[in-house]
């Protein structure tokens, strides 16, 4: 069993609909990141978050450690979103474990 | 803004040779880090290096693989003798003071071994 669990592994939306993407973890943990990483390879930071919610222009990521769950919101999302959003959970030594990601597919 | 370089963007070596791949971290940084995904597989952890010495590492990390930080700026990573199954993507990351602290990546090498 991997210790991040993302769910979906695939998903395809239309232009404008709202989006979820959930992560669940076994390991113990001080802190997740939500990652993006498009076709190139290159992976980008969007959130790094402990407790509660944050929001960056349309992206919402909320995380409940007692639950070992924490979920991506994508509002309105739009053709440029479509791209692997992995989360990634770090152990007490601060490497980070990661989720097998989501493959978003926005279609216009 | 701060980033984090990695060179070369492309690797392509024969099996059996050496490589080494270099990383830039963000200047004020502590901790840093190298992963690598194999194509179509999830990232996995490689190896953390704190205050001159490494803090962890994975049971990837063989005594094929070493790391180092020459001269205070460069983080390198080197594998003496790739294998085929070391071809894919090396991506180096640092952060401020580790855990609890947002981690930053380089854009990755892709390292192709023939």
């Known amino acids: 069993k991997n210790e991040v669990e993302q769910s979906p592994q695939n998903l395809t939306a239309q232009e404008g609909e709202f989006i979820t993407i959930n992560c669940s973890y076994s390991?113990?943990?001080?802190?997740l990141h939500w990652l993006q990483q498009h076709p190139g390879g290159g992976i980008v930071s969007l959130f790094m978050?402990?407790?509660g919610k944050k929001k960056h222009g349309r992206l919402i990521a909320t995380i409940n450690i007692q639950e070992k769950h924490s979920s991506l919101h994508i509002t309105a999302s739009h053709p440029r979103d479509s791209a692997v959003y992995i989360c990634?959970?770090?152990?007490?030594?601060?490497?980070?474990?990661f989720g097998q990601g989501t493959e978003l597919s926005v279609k216009p | 803004e701060p980033e984090v370089t990695q060179t070369p963007s492309h690797q392509v070596t024969q099996m059996g040779q050496e490589v080494i791949l270099r990383c830039v971290p963000i200047?004020?940084?502590?901790?840093f880090y190298w992963y690598r995904q194999i194509l179509g597989q999830k990232v996995e952890f490689l190896v953390s290096?704190?205050?001159?010495?490494?803090?962890?590492k994975s049971e990837i990390f063989d005594d094929q693989f070493s790391v180092e930080r020459p001269d205070g700026s460069n983080f390198t990573l080197k594998i003496r003798s790739t294998k085929l199954e070391d071809s894919a993507m090396y991506f180096c990351?640092?952060?401020?003071?580790?855990?609890?602290?947002?981690?930053?990546f380089g854009q990755g090498t892709r390292l192709t071994v023939v």
């Open positions: 990351a640092s952060s401020l003071q580790g855990a609890n602290t947002e981690a930053f």
């Open positions: 390991v113990g943990i001080s802190a």
């Open positions: 978050l402990s407790s």
């Open positions: 990634a959970v770090y152990n007490q030594g601060g490497k980070l474990i």
């Open positions: 200047s004020n940084h502590l901790y």
């Open positions: 290096f704190y205050n001159n010495e490494i803090s962890e």
